[in-house]
């Protein structure tokens, strides 16, 4: 069973940094498309970044430039550097990758299969 592990959240100053990470096990065919949503009080879940696996990322409008998401191969891992925050970026964060799958439509285009539990991320002005 793939196990998602979020950390890193916490509370922060407007203009303050948090990184948030995504530990991954028993992750077994290679790299998965993986992303990192955000659920604020009262909005949808919005995927924030996502990276793929030929490494390329995405980032919505309100954090490009402020938000770098990145991975590692071993240990399996995600991470979110957070710079700049903003009250708005308050929110539970949550890690998404899709199937542990050899075929990669499902592993690299397919649906986001295991989420972790979130971490909440508190940013006051």
């Known amino acids: 069973q793939v196990h998602l592990a979020e950390s890193g959240g916490g509370s922060v100053q407007a203009g303050g940094s948090l990184k948030l990470s995504c530990k991954a096990s028993?992750?077994?065919?290679?790299?998965?498309?993986m992303a990192w949503f955000r659920q604020s009080p009262g909005r949808e879940r919005e995927k924030v970044a996502h990276?793929?696996?030929?490494?390329?990322?995405f980032y919505t409008d309100t954090v490009q430039g402020r938000f770098t998401i990145s991975q590692l191969d071993y240990p399996r891992e995600l991470y979110l550097q957070m710079d700049n925050v903003k009250p708005e970026d308050s929110g539970t964060y949550y890690c998404?990758?899709?199937?542990?799958?050899?075929?990669?439509?499902?592993?690299?285009?397919?649906?986001?299969?295991?989420w972790g539990q979130g971490t909440q991320v508190s940013v006051s002005s």
């Open positions: 028993r992750l077994e065919i290679g790299r998965n498309y």
């Open positions: 990276i793929d696996c030929e490494l390329r990322r």
């Open positions: 998404a990758f899709s199937e542990d799958s050899a075929d990669y439509d499902k592993r690299c285009l397919g649906e986001f299969r295991y």
